[in-house]
């Protein structure tokens, strides 16, 4: 049974840091790109950043400098965090693993609110 958990979110500050973790299992093949998406409030859903098996990296323009994604093959899971964060990051926070032979799967999403 595939399961993607999500935890960290909440709420902070202007400036101020956050860290989200999404632990995924239930695959029967390898997970390959593990991503980060968020969406606020009357937006799309929009890419945070990805990192493929290998550690390549890539981010949205938005938050370059601010975010840093990795990941733990050995655990199959990904983290997310957000340093000098800004009311504009405020949105859900998704993750998504992307899996050999199987597809794209969705976690059910994590609340980051930035405010003072």
């Known amino acids: 049974q595939v399961r993607l958990v999500e935890s960290g979110g909440g709420r902070v500050q202007p400036g101020g840091s956050l860290r989200l973790s999404c632990a995924a299992a239930?695959?029967?093949?390898?997970?390959?790109?593990m991503s980060w998406y968020r969406q606020a409030p009357g937006k799309e859903r929009e890419l945070v950043a990805d990192?493929?098996?290998?550690?390549?990296?890539n981010y949205a323009d938005s938050v370059k400098g601010r975010f840093t994604i990795s990941r733990d093959n050995a655990k199959n899971t990904v983290y997310l965090q957000m340093n000098s964060l800004k009311p504009e990051d405020t949105a859900v926070y998704y993750c998504?693993?992307?899996?050999?032979?199987?597809?794209?799967?969705w976690g059910q999403g994590t609340q980051v609110t930035v405010s003072s």
């Open positions: 239930g695959f029967d093949f390898s997970v390959l790109v």
């Open positions: 998504k693993v992307r899996v050999l032979m199987s597809g794209n799967y």
């Open positions: 990192i493929t098996t290998a550690g390549i990296t």
